[in-house]
């Protein structure tokens, strides 16, 4: 099936809901792993993955930090409102999404978590840019609450502010876990490390429209949300190592993936920082990534789309066949893919 033939149709498939993990599990590593290279993938334990790489193969991770970006508020009016923070501009203004009955002005205030005021600025499509009276990161984390994804059903406590975060997160600004590196624990990173496996990082900013479906039939109309990523000079530099001695580049995660292939689509990867707007559907020729660490992603949605584009359409298909048939579990707080890059 060529790309050009691909509608959204076919990123469809029906999911069981309890296969939708709604908690994680007691450990990070303690998950499943279906390694995905050609048309029969094979069941194992996310440990495993120390055996499935090489010595000289380099870890990409996300080393983005979610914040606590859902606040929940009042209007002047009295009128109930909640905010998703999706993006820090600096460190007084935001972009966010509000939910209210009616949207509000540019000049209104909403109090915010019954402990400070925002005042509302200008609208830039579908978000609304807020003032915040202090520093954003500090008033976020004193004031806001872990945005957990729309699909799991209880509010987030401290078990999952814990772990709804990889144990390598550091630059504050993501609205949703890059759930990949929530299987690493220190104990496999120590492991990974031993078997002489290098790590590098790439910082990329998830935003909530990562869980928006893809509506429109013809992939092509679709407009992808745009994410901030940065490419590290050291991580270009560990990349242009690990492929000169034959090794292979391995991203954890798509944001990980998206952030690699963004900096790479002049042919070479390039450091710096911009906002990535790349969408990534079968017939896409992949620079810079070898193989995917990967969760299960939704129907319909741009991530699925990207996993197919890298390990195979047919490949995919059967291997989320295969995942629902063994009851994996599936989503953020579910198992884990190893797909290799089908060239």
Same mark, same amino acid.
């Given at each position: 099936?060529?790309?050009?033939?691909?509608?959204?149709?076919?990123?469809?498939?029906?999911?069981?809901?309890?296969l939708i993990a709604q908690t994680p599990l007691a450990e990070r590593s303690a998950s499943r792993l279906l390694h995905v290279d050609g048309m029969t993938p094979r069941d194992r334990a996310f440990g495993d993955i120390v055996d499935l790489l090489q010595p000289g193969d380099l870890l990409v991770?996300?080393?983005?930090?979610?914040?606590?970006?859902r606040f929940f508020g009042a209007k002047e009016t009295g009128g109930k409102v909640?905010?998703?923070?999706?993006?820090?501009?600096?460190?007084?203004?935001v972009h966010a999404q509000v939910r209210a009955s009616k949207s509000p002005h540019a000049g209104t205030r909403i109090r915010l978590a019954d402990a400070f005021d925002v005042t509302v600025g200008e609208r830039a499509g579908e978000f609304f840019t807020l003032h915040f009276p202090e520093d954003v990161f500090d008033l976020i984390e004193a004031?806001?609450?872990?945005?957990?994804?729309?699909?799991?059903?209880?509010a987030a406590d401290e078990f999952d502010e814990q772990r709804y975060q990889t144990v /390598?997160?550091?630059? %504050?600004?993501? =609205? $949703? !876990?890059?759930? @990949?590196?929530l299987h690493f624990d220190q104990p496999l990173l120590e492991r990974l490390r031993a078997r002489g496996v290098g790590f590098a990082y790439v910082t990329l900013h998830v935003g909530a429209g990562t869980f928006q479906p893809v509506?429109?039939?013809?992939?092509?109309?679709?407009?992808?949300?745009?994410?901030? /990523?940065?490419?590290? %000079?050291?991580? =270009? $530099? !560990?990349?242009? @190592?690990?492929?000169?001695?034959?090794?292979?580049?391995?991203?954890?995660?798509?944001?990980?993936?998206?952030?690699?292939?963004s900096a790479s689509q002049s042919g070479a990867l390039?450091?710096?920082s911009a906002d990535t707007a790349l969408f990534i559907t079968p017939g896409y020729r992949f620079k810079t990534v070898d193989?995917?660490?990967?969760?299960?992603?939704?129907?319909?949605?741009?991530?699925?789309?990207?996993?197919?584009?890298?390990?195979?359409?047919?490949?995919?298909?059967a291997a989320y066949a295969h995942a629902i048939a063994q009851r994996y579990r599936f989503f953020s707080y579910g198992d884990a893919m190893l797909l290799t890059r089908k060239d």
């Open positions: 099936m060529s790309s050009h033939s691909y509608t959204l149709s076919d990123f469809d498939f029906d999911l069981p809901p309890e991770f996300n080393d983005t930090r979610v914040l606590k970006a909640e905010v998703l923070v999706e993006r820090v501009l600096d460190n007084r203004t004031h806001g609450r872990l945005p957990l994804p729309p699909y799991i059903e209880h /390598y997160a550091k630059q %504050p600004g993501a =609205v $949703a !876990a890059p759930t @990949a590196g509506r429109s039939e013809n992939l092509a109309e679709h407009k992808m949300h745009s994410e901030w /990523y940065t490419m590290p %000079p050291e991580t =270009v $530099a !560990a990349v242009q @190592a690990t492929k000169a001695a034959g090794g292979r580049v391995v991203a954890v995660g798509t944001t990980s993936m998206r952030a690699l292939e390039v450091a710096g193989r995917l660490v990967t969760n299960f992603h939704l129907p319909k949605s741009t991530l699925l789309m990207l996993v197919s584009a890298f390990a195979g359409y047919d490949e995919i298909r």
